[in-house]
């Protein structure tokens, strides 16, 4: 049996080292294309919901429809802030007049 040249046996240390990277690659694919399949299915059940207790899957419309309860929630907060400073200030007044 002959021995390899250096060339030869350079030649085979780069081979292995780009099997090792091949497979590593394949494996991070085969990986990838798992979590691909993972998130579409979980955009398809955020879909459904959305359509289901929105009644759109619009992204843009479920934005509008986030800052409008955005504001009633705000406008809400502001309401009732005032109906407690109200109490407040009767109270105060009904124990002014004792």
């Known amino acids: ?10 030649q085979l240390r780069r081979l292995e080292e780009m ?6 690659l394949r494996a991070e694919r085969i990986r990838a ?8 299915r979980e955009l398809e ?9 929105l009644g759109t899957d619009d992204t843009a ?6 800052e409008e309860a ?4 705000a406008k809400l907060a ?3 802030g005032a ?3 109200d109490v407040e200030i009767r109270l105060r007044q009904l124990g002014d007049e004792r």
């Open 1 to 10: 049996m002959t021995s390899l040249t250096r060339l030869e046996t350079d």
């Open 19 to 24: 099997r090792k990277t091949f497979d590593k």
């Open 33 to 40: 294309e798992g979590e691909v399949e993972r998130l579409s």
């Open 45 to 53: 059940e955020a879909r459904a919901l959305a359509l289901s207790e």
């Open 61 to 66: 419309e479920i934005q509008r429809l986030i």
């Open 70 to 73: 955005q504001a009633r929630n």
């Open 78 to 80: 502001e309401d009732f």
């Open 83 to 85: 109906a407690l400073r």
